[in-house]
């Protein structure tokens, strides 16, 4: 059984984990779906109702059914490195690509589905409603007036993208920043704003969950950071990430959050405030993990192989169950 | 309890049925996602652990808890008719209208995670055999040896695109025609190729599910068709759709089908044989029905407007149902 890795050739975080499983012993195959057709090629028979695929790469040949697991790190586009690219052809490689791949009975992280819908942040801050975590208050709104009023509620605010950064590659990354409550909200009208209470921070939490793993580092604020650093991307610290705990409520809230959303990897970050309280900020389920394992040492990327490696349970192939194929393992 | 239709301003089909539920009493609100931000505003406030949030369009208010269903239909990107438009403000207001959308607990017709994984071909091949339907032999390849081994085994074939017509508006339809088995396949290396066995039909069946409502319709093939008129979209025939009794073994079959595809709405396309099999050949999840309703007189029209004004299980809200939000009504 072959663990697939889907990513872009250079990708020293694939790397990381490929040798991990590689010392296991367990075959992997790598591929950037951008070589398809070229060097990749693909092919799938239905015949008496039965489905037989294998894909070919670098003169390796896997078959579908003896796929283990797939992991989706940073594909690149079907189709785009072919001798005359398309919109069509992209359609036609996509579509034959991801529709077989979705027809055998691997495990994925994350399956395409569920990755697209965690996408969306209103989702996001709803379901951590709903798993438990404590959310700041949020208005997402192109009413000028709402506006108004949740400035006079909350005038510590921030703003911050709705869409978080472009899926694209390279992502574009817009930073969150704080808005002063009598600011003019009538632009708020040519486009959805999403304005948050801001959290009085003591430190960032990043929480990475792999599957039932969850590992979580903190990186406090520097003494006498100025309030204006909101964004831990962008703030200039020397903090490193540290370790960090994580309180039982919070574990279980995660694994709640994930389990709704059909996750098997996703990257939580949480504002620490000065009662301790961690607040859900956002769940990225493609996140990067790279910078945490080397300021902590924590075995993020072993996590990954492990879990690419598990012998955890199919997706159920009977066609009873409605969503079988997108459940996580736990 | 308010029923939301998502299209665009022109559209017969969604006059139909908005005229049936009007006639119910039950509040319809129609909007175009392009039209926001602009003619259509929306907001949503997560606050307390709760989430309030509401729509706005041509003065009418309709809050999103108060969403008994929603129905998309044919809805334009939104954004697209801003003073402005672009890509990142598409991306944030597809974000945020979709995002808030699906925190609801609306039923969806159809759901967009289950729109999106339903154009599959391949997907829709494979979860076809699992629920019993008969598919005609198929591959799907980029290797040209594949292809030549499988025309030698099933010389009487025929080709279509993998991905069906593209999703653009108006979509793009490539017709399914007939392949010699002696021609020659080295381009099939440039681009995944689907062949099929043809079968030699005596006429093409149209089945529209509806929840879990089934109608079919049959248009014979008219006699001393030419065989190379394959596809009936193109096929020259004074043949009308007229309405077909439904096998028994079909219906469970369509109804395993929808229930693993999480789709409410599904047009199925056969092709019945000389000994009346009925073989799959897709299910398109936005297929159209008005030229049927027209032909058969069959109350397809009705059935969407009951569906969507029915009080049927509302997703389940508590975080334990993993994909919850998508499964089908009964």
Same mark, same amino acid.
């Given at each position: 059984?072959?663990?697939?890795?889907?990513?872009?050739?250079?990708?020293?975080?694939?790397?990381?984990?490929?040798?991990? =499983?590689?010392?296991?012993?367990?075959?992997?195959?790598?591929?950037? @779906?951008?070589? *398809?057709?070229?060097?990749?090629?693909?092919?799938?028979?239905?015949?008496? !109702? %039965? +489905?037989?695929?294998? =894909?070919?790469?670098?003169?390796?040949?896997?078959?579908?059914?003896? =796929?283990?697991?797939?992991?989706?790190?940073?594909?690149?586009?079907?189709?785009?490195? %072919?001798?005359?690219?398309?919109? &069509?052809?992209?359609?036609?490689?996509?579509?034959? +690509?991801?529709?077989?791949?979705? !027809?055998? !009975?691997?495990?994925?992280?994350?399956?395409?589905?569920?990755?697209?819908?965690?996408?969306?942040?209103? &989702?996001?801050?709803? *379901?951590?409603?709903?798993?438990?975590? @404590?959310? @700041?208050?949020?208005?997402?709104?192109? $009413?000028?007036?709402?506006?108004?009023? $949740?400035?006079?509620? +909350?005038p510590d605010l921030v703003v911050k993208p709705v869409s978080g950064s472009h899926p694209q590659e390279p992502p574009r990354v817009v930073p969150t920043s704080r808005v002063a409550p009598d600011v003019d909200f009538t632009a708020v009208a040519f486009g959805p704003t999403l304005l948050q209470r801001r959290v009085v921070k003591r430190a960032d939490i990043r929480l990475t969950a792999v599957g039932d793993r969850i590992l979580a580092a903190r990186k406090a604020v520097a003494p006498g950071a100025h309030p204006d650093d909101i964004d831990v991307r962008f703030a200039p610290s020397d903090e490193p990430w540290r370790p960090a705990d994580v309180p039982t409520p919070v574990a279980e809230a995660v694994h709640r959050y994930l389990r709704e959303a059909g996750l098997a990897y996703g990257a939580f970050d949480f504002a620490e405030d000065l009662d301790s309280v961690w607040w859900f900020l956002e769940c990225n389920q493609s996140g990067q993990f790279g910078f945490v394992e080397m300021d902590t040492g924590q075995p993020i990327a072993q996590c990954v192989a492990d879990w690419l490696a598990g012998e955890g349970p199919r997706a159920p192939t009977h066609p009873h169950d409605p969503q079988g194929s997108m459940r996580m393992a736990p």
């Open positions: 059984m072959t663990v697939l890795v889907l990513t872009s050739e250079e990708d020293v975080t694939a790397d990381l984990v490929v040798a991990r =499983l590689n010392g296991t012993g367990i075959p992997v195959v790598r591929i950037d @779906p951008a070589d *398809l057709p070229g060097e990749v090629a693909l092919s799938g028979e239905y015949v008496n !109702g %039965a +489905f037989r695929g294998h =894909l070919s790469a670098g003169g390796r040949v896997v078959t579908l059914e003896g =796929l283990r697991s797939v992991w989706v790190r940073r594909p690149g586009v079907p189709g785009a490195r %072919a001798a005359a690219p398309s919109g &069509w052809l992209t359609e036609e490689a996509s579509q034959a +690509f991801y529709g077989m791949l979705r !027809g055998t !009975g691997a495990r994925w992280m994350n399956h395409p589905d569920a990755a697209a819908r965690a996408r969306h942040k209103p &989702w996001q801050l709803h *379901l951590a409603q709903r798993s438990r975590l @404590p959310v @700041p208050a949020t208005l997402i709104t192109t $009413f000028p007036q709402a506006a108004r009023d $949740f400035a006079r509620r +909350f």
